[in-house]
């Protein structure tokens, strides 16, 4: 229904069309935004594992390492984890096995361990973000600067409206 | 960086900091809308569980039976779920013994069956829809309704350039 036609419902009486169409955009809103934010994800999840052989999780907590050079605990990684991850811990193991990440004791503070990249977990990760960033670069190419900038202040706006909402404890991460 | 500095390091010949940050922006769209979308499905997805005690994979899928009255199949309804869902016919299952759906084999195939919401199922989707709608409509009050549109029209952008890049198995809902 277009502007028109609402002014035009309202103007009849039609309140009821009038305020379900207009009531329902944040709904819509809200699925757009989720639909697209899995149409993405998916993408990135099925090309890591065909071009890279590695999972979302792993590649999400590899990236995370990497802007924290001084290492992350346990906890702080975890909130920071952009996907979804049953088991952080099993997670860890593995790649620590794998010579990706290693783990520190904290100094007087022997129950924390600190997360770090190593120099192979790192060398992996160079490898891929010039890949991965092509492939986002590909799926946003149909926005042109000017439009990919509104969407970036308009997702800020939102985060914003989220934060006001009560949503102090969410622990925002962009 | 502003635009006007990144103009002034591409006029004075910085093209690497000018160009890196210009790429960056897909990154940094993909990681707000990504962000942003956890942030609302969690937020749905606590108060689901608070105020209803049903888990967002549920409602879910009784709100996609909802909007198909015919019934989906298993693989249809599976599809068309907007959060991602182990065991979809463990769920069914589970919903069928509640009462919420039934499944009915379909005439002269044997193999294939149409789930459906009941009447019962009608009743505790209907009383949830308008709280959940409020909860959203709630998020979203930081954003007016112009901006909303927008944000819609930008999302849609977003969809048609996925659709361009190659995504035409992704099985858009929206």
Redesign the interface.
């Known amino acids: 229904m277009s502007d028109a036609q609402r002014q035009d419902a309202a103007a009849r009486g039609d309140f009821e069309t009038a305020l379900a169409d ?22 990135i999840r099925r090309n890591l594992r065909a071009d890279f052989e590695i999972t979302l999780p792993r590649f999400d907590l590899l990236a995370q390492l990497q802007r924290a050079p001084e290492g992350l605990t346990m906890g702080a990684l975890s909130r920071r984890l ?1 996907v979804s991850n049953g088991n952080v811990t099993g997670l860890i193991e593995r790649l620590a096995g794998e010579g990706l990440v290693e783990r520190q004791a904290i100094p007087g503070d022997r129950r924390t361990q600190v997360v770090r990249l190593t120099a192979a977990g790192e060398r992996a990760l160079v490898k891929m973000l010039p890949i991965h ?1 092509r492939w ?8 042109d ?1 000017d ?6 202040n ?9 934060a ?2 009560g ?1 102090a404890t ?1 622990g ?3």
Chains 1, 2 share one sequence.
């Open positions: 207009s009531d329902l955009l944040e709904i819509r809103v809200w699925l757009r935004l989720l639909t697209c934010t899995n149409l993405v994800e998916r993408r952009m960033h986002v670069a590909a799926m946003f190419a149909g926005l600067r439009e990919m900038t509104t969407l970036l308009l997702l800020a706006r939102l985060k914003l409206s989220l006001d909402d949503g969410d925002d991460r962009i």
